[in-house]
């Protein structure tokens, strides 16, 4: 019975199997030669007790390695049908049987061991057995202690990019001081350099030396669009592109600049507005061309720019402030909520999810070429007669160049072939696949819908006995009637307006209803700039990633290392050799040479009295007697 006051049963060890018995006393450290009363298993019974070894699996070998393993598998098998074939001592016939492969095979080291050993490994199923490994057991492991390895990735993972040389020596000094036990054991600066290109990863390396957005850029994960599944008209994806064109326009050269909408799915062009200043009014502009001509789009693809993000455009996205004044503002529907189309804008600073961007170089290389003023996208691209043809005042006009670059856009690049990521469409012209893949188009009622929806808006503003006003280029332009006076004074209300036609706008309540339509008092055209812009969610993946990069950096860096650490470690440097010269005594010159600021005066001054009288003797000699006069 135990200690529980259950019976247990004991079963001598002697009454088991011989292969338990061997099993037991293994597991509990006892070897059968200790055993003298312990049985003698048989051979089949041993046999059955040793475990055959686990082989790695052969897609675990290098290729060199794998051909090796065929080589000697097959010279095995004729090893053994050369055995079986022939009569005589098996002694004879192995040491002939090598003596043939180190004739075929003279740079592999053979003997009759080797042919055992091989023998043995395969019979095991040990591949690994079967490769030579000498010279590998080391290779690429280092005796580098961590806490050594560890300070210099300290030193050297800086955003300051210090010279892996500097950190090494640092290192070197950090370890006497603070780990002197270690010292003698760090090893080479080309140990480090290895190391480093080895087991430090490229993200690692980026984070730690360039920075954040610099890892990001090169490293992290980013988003591939797939196109296959998408419609025309689905996306539009706008930016601005500055023309490489000197134009004129009668008095100065400058550059134009072209605010473009492209189709995603075919690569079209479709909406274009040549402008001295992008702005929120161009973009305006280039979208109601686009409207006219192809529709209007569900998506828009933007980036943070002020010409894209106004409040009355798109919103203001990350742009908003969160301040009290901006608590319970009016917020007019803006231009894109009232056409129904929905806007995305680009992560910050991410150029690669604009594919526009890859058509504007088409723009460069296929139309801003074509002009003789081509100034080029840099010092290295400007054309060495460029200067030459702007003195004899080449170069198109800003309405001709306008004119030239609508019209190649339209007919000219617009039918260049498709070569997308959708292969199935690659060699046709854009605008068939354009065609091909619009399956439904949004198309304003008129004219006169179009102009209402892409109407600006203002902020909400009380109406005063004056009327409403609108702020444009630093004037206030009036507007009203005695009946919208009389019925909304001291009210809020939003106004919408074009800005090519201030003649009137279209007064607003804050429930979007519309009131009137109000005369100007004084009538101007007048332009405007302004910018709009709404941040996109940061993709999960990305953070993800950049969140396992600053992990696995703080993982590899000694946590004690600090920024200041190198320039106090150069610092007790330095005054340890300031403390050691004012100790040491040297020898005196043989010669010392004394420099004096001694100045010698031009005038010199005059030894005695000065003797009127014989200068005034002298001068009567030279004149031959006294002059009365």
């Keep these: 019975m135990n200690s529980n006051n259950r019976p247990e049963y004991a079963i001598p060890l002697s009454a088991l199997p011989a292969e338990a018995q061997l099993r037991y006393h293994a597991r509990h450290g006892m070897q059968t030669a200790e055993r003298p009363d312990a049985p003698k298993p048989d051979a089949q019974s041993v046999a059955c007790t040793a475990l055959p070894r686990a082989s790695r699996p052969l897609d675990n070998f290098s290729a060199a390695e794998r051909a090796e393993i065929g080589w000697w598998i097959e010279t095995l098998a004729q090893w053994h049908t050369c055995r079986s074939g022939k009569s005589g001592g098996a002694a004879q016939i192995d040491e002939a049987f090598v003596s043939l492969l180190r004739q075929a095979n003279p740079d592999r080291p053979l003997s009759v061991k080797t042919l055992y050993r091989k023998d043995k490994a395969l019979r095991e199923n040990r591949l690994e057995g079967l490769v030579d490994s000498r010279g590998k057991a080391r290779r690429g492991k280092s005796a580098m202690d961590e806490t050594v390895w560890q300070t210099f990735l300290g030193f050297y993972l800086d955003l300051r990019q210090p010279p892996a040389l500097a950190c090494y020596e640092d290192t070197v000094r950090y370890v006497r001081k603070h780990y002197p036990e270690l010292a003698d054991g760090i090893p080479s600066y080309g140990t480090f350099l290895r190391h480093v290109e080895r087991d430090v990863p490229v993200a690692v390396r980026e984070l730690g030396r360039s920075g954040k957005k610099a890892m990001r850029d090169r490293c992290a994960p980013y988003v591939h669009r797939v196109y296959d599944n998408m419609d025309s008209n689905e996306v539009w994806v706008a930016d601005n592109h500055t023309f490489d064109i000197i134009s004129r326009n009668g008095e100065t050269t400058h550059r134009l600049y072209l605010t473009a909408f492209l189709d995603a799915r075919s690569g079209i062009f479709t909406g274009v507005y040549v402008t001295t200043t992008p702005s929120s009014q161009s973009t305006v502009i280039a979208l109601r061309r686009g409207i006219q001509r ?163 808006s203002t902020r909400a503003r009380k109406v005063d006995r004056a009327g409403v006003y609108l702020t444009m280029g630093g004037t206030r332009l009036y507007y009203r009637t005695d009946e919208f006076v009389l019925h909304y004074q001291n009210k809020q209300v939003y106004l919408r307006y074009d800005p090519l036609d201030l003649s009137h706008v279209r007064a607003y309540d804050l429930e979007d209803r519309f009131l009137a339509q109000l005369p100007a008092d004084n009538k101007a055209v007048l332009t405007y700039r302004a910018g709009a812009e709404q941040i996109k969610e940061a993709q999960r993946s990305i953070r993800g990633f950049e969140k396992k990069v600053g992990e696995a950096m703080a993982s590899m860096t000694l946590r004690e290392i600090e920024p200041t650490t190198r320039l106090a470690l150069a610092l007790e440097e330095a005054q340890a050799n300031m403390d050691r010269r004012d100790g040491e005594t040297r020898p005196a010159p043989k010669l010392i040479e004394l420099q004096s600021a001694y100045e010698q005066p031009v005038l010199k001054a005059a030894v005695g009295d000065i003797d009127l009288d014989r200068m005034i003797h002298n001068m009567i000699d030279e004149n031959g007697g006294y002059d009365d006069e």
Excluded: W
Excluded at 298 to 322: P, Q, S
Excluded at 325 to 331: I, K, N, Q, V, Y
Excluded at 365 to 388: A, C, M, Q, Y
């Design 294 to 456: 192809y529709g209007i789009p569900e998506m828009i693809y933007v980036d943070n720019g002020r010409e894209f993000l106004t409040f009355d455009l798109g919103g203001l996205g990350h742009r908003a402030k969160n301040s009290k004044a901006s608590e319970g503002r009016h917020d007019p529907p803006t231009i894109l909520q009232r056409l129904g189309i929905e806007m995305i804008n680009a992560q910050v600073r991410n150029a690669r999810a604009k594919i526009i961007e890859r058509r504007f170089l088409d723009v460069k290389n296929r139309i801003s070429r074509l002009f003789e003023s081509f100034t080029g996208g840099n010092v290295l691209e400007k054309p060495e007669n460029l200067e030459r043809l702007l003195r004899a005042g080449k170069g198109p006009t800003d309405k001709e160049l306008t004119e030239a670059v609508e019209l190649l856009l339209e007919g000219y690049l617009n039918e260049q072939p498709y070569g997308g990521a959708v292969s199935k469409d690659r060699g046709k012209p854009r605008v068939q696949v354009y065609h091909e893949n619009l399956h439904c188009k949004r198309v304003p009622k008129n004219e006169e819908d179009l102009s209402l929806m892409l109407m600006r």
